[in-house]
């Protein structure tokens, strides 16, 4: 208890240190004339991001220069919902389909050239068509997100079902297990094993897809502050919306981990994590 | 002997695939199982013992003879009433103890009332009633391996493969198996094949030995064991006979390494 105590202490008085320096060491005279990287226009500072944070999740209505319409909170939302509906749709047609090519050899057989090719293919390239396509609403920023989760589930998945083995099979067959028993008894927990296994990973891939696709064709989000913010030069508006993401991508993660282990409770790693978590 | 239940007709089997050569795995074998017989096969390793029991619970086909259950030749696939103790980890982590040994129930579509007595039945038989809703992890080897022999179990197979069950144990643990199997198989006695590369385990448990020579794989000698039951797996290994039946078969064994 004693330890525990200590090491927040330390945590804090690391985070104090630091953002004192940053507050004051840009005020030290004549530093910004040989190490222009102190200067607040670059890099703000604690008390003005502060105030300006304060300001922005307090105000409502039109902010004109850095918010459209809505304060802090509604673009807050716009990104968090666009993230949690790329996660759930790319991690459920990322099992099915991993689930699916895992059982039909046939199948993954002709796909696979394809799958390998359109993997290898940076998603962020796919911006500009699938906002060509899908416009600046939240429908692009979802199916970028979806287009990332997607992969990432599905090769997961898709490996974790060609590993079970097979002495575990033949044997619940020698059980007495129908095709369709199989199925339900021993391939879809196996391999929702594996998704369940990524689905951290899974959940930040979806906020990157989010961001990006708000940065390029956003009219509203976190992701879209920040570009406004970058053409007002506006460091401290940045840095309020990257104090914002990062909450909620730490928030979303640990859900997510939360959830990984909730729903994985009997593999061996996790023994005793769940009392702590 | 009494009537033969599993009857292995001039099985030949070759392997092509995977080996750097082709292999004759297993050469004409013959052998007839009977009625309620513990029987054990051991030989060296690559001698084809666990093929042999794969073809003959119909999960290889052999590439000549035949295998026949109750008379019946097979088809490829598993007859109801034979159950299969894999040398493999065969229990489902996803599932607690209890729902692994209800699976062949389940799957047979056995009524709840009589799903649940059985249950009962095999936890208690194989001590494992505290650990119930214990998941496998949770778990020692040994507990899992008891596990696995009451999925088996449970389901009442009438033939009882078993491919080196309890080889990755140690030797503690693999005497309290020994114990429970023999206890529990004095009273359901079932017609067993055990597969082993242990001689004592072999001697400890069975009615009879079919010694294998390897590659390739042949019957080279069959040895009835004439130790009394029902034996005490840990006294058994003082007494004279079995004494005796390890010398003996160790000197036929012995042949093999020259």
Redesign the interface.
Same mark, same amino acid.
């Given at each position: 208890m004693r330890g525990r105590a200590v090491l927040i202490a330390s945590r804090l008085a690391l985070v104090a240190a630091v953002l004192a320096m940053w507050q004051w060491v840009p005020q030290i005279p004549g530093i910004t004339r040989w190490a222009p990287i102190f200067d607040p226009f670059f890099i703000s500072s604690p008390s003005r991001i502060a105030a300006k944070f304060w300001e922005l999740a307090t105000t409502t209505g039109d902010q004109g220069a850095v918010l459209k319409s809505g304060n802090l909170f509604v673009q807050l939302w716009a990104t968090l919902w666009a993230t949690l509906l790329g996660f759930v749709v790319g991690v459920s047609s990322g099992f099915l389909a991993g689930l699916i090519l895992s059982q039909t050899r046939t199948l993954a057989h002709i796909l696979n050239p394809y799958l390998v090719a359109v993997n290898a293919l940076p998603r962020i390239a796919l911006v500009p068509l699938i906002i060509m396509i899908f416009g600046t609403g939240l429908g692009a920023k979802v199916v970028l997100a979806w287009l990332i989760v997607f992969f990432i589930v599905f090769f997961n998945t898709y490996a974790g079902g060609r590993a079970i083995?097979s &002495?575990?099979v033949? &044997?619940?067959?020698?059980? @007495?297990? &129908?095709r369709r028993?199989l199925l339900r008894?021993?391939v879809i %927990?196996?391999v929702a @094993?594996w998704t369940f296994a990524i689905l951290p990973l899974a959940m930040s891939a979806s906020i990157i897809g989010v961001v990006v696709g708000e940065f390029v064709g956003g009219a509203q989000g976190l992701g879209y502050i920040i570009t406004v913010a970058l053409g007002q030069l506006e460091s401290t508006d940045l840095f309020v919306a990257l104090l914002t993401l990062c909450i909620v991508a730490v928030v979303l993660i640990g859900l997510a981990t939360r959830l990984e282990r909730r729903l994985l409770?009997?593999? %061996?790693e996790h023994?005793g994590h769940g009392s702590q978590a | 002997m009494a009537r033969a239940v599993v009857e292995v007709r001039e099985v030949t089997r070759r392997f092509t695939h995977g080996a750097a050569e082709p292999f004759t795995a297993l050469e004409k074998v013959s052998l007839d199982v009977g009625e309620g017989e513990f029987l054990a096969i051991v030989g060296p390793s690559g001698c084809g013992k666990s093929t042999l029991l794969h073809i003959m619970a119909g999960l290889k086909r052999p590439d000549s003879g035949a295998i026949l259950i109750n008379g019946a030749e097979t088809t490829g696939t598993t007859p109801r009433e034979m159950g299969y103790l894999f040398q493999e980890d065969t229990v489902l982590p996803w599932y607690s103890v209890e729902r692994n040994i209800a699976l062949g129930l389940e799957y047979r579509g056995t009524v709840a009332a009589d799903i649940r007595s059985r249950i009962e039945w095999a936890l208690e038989v194989s001590g494992l009633t505290e650990f119930r809703r214990s998941y496998p992890h949770q778990l020692s080897g040994g507990m899992r391996r008891r596990v696995a022999l009451m999925m088996t179990l449970v389901v009442d197979p009438k033939i009882l493969l078993m491919d080196e069950p309890f080889g990755a144990l140690d030797t503690h643990t693999k005497t309290r198996l020994h114990a429970s199997l023999l206890e529990i198989w004095g009273k359901t006695r079932q017609t067993i094949v055990f597969v082993t590369h242990d001689l004592m385990e072999a001697i400890t448990l069975s009615d009879r030995i079919i010694i294998m020579s390897g590659r390739p794989g042949r019957v080279k000698a069959s040895y009835e064991i004439s130790i009394p039951r029902p034996r005490d797996v840990i006294r058994v290994k003082d007494s004279e006979e079995y004494l005796e039946d390890f010398r003996e078969i160790w000197r036929i064994l012995g042949e093999e390494f020259v």
């Open positions: 083995e &002495s575990i033949d &044997s619940c067959r020698i059980l @007495g297990a &129908s028993q008894t021993v %927990p196996h @094993g409770h009997w593999r %061996p023994v | -």
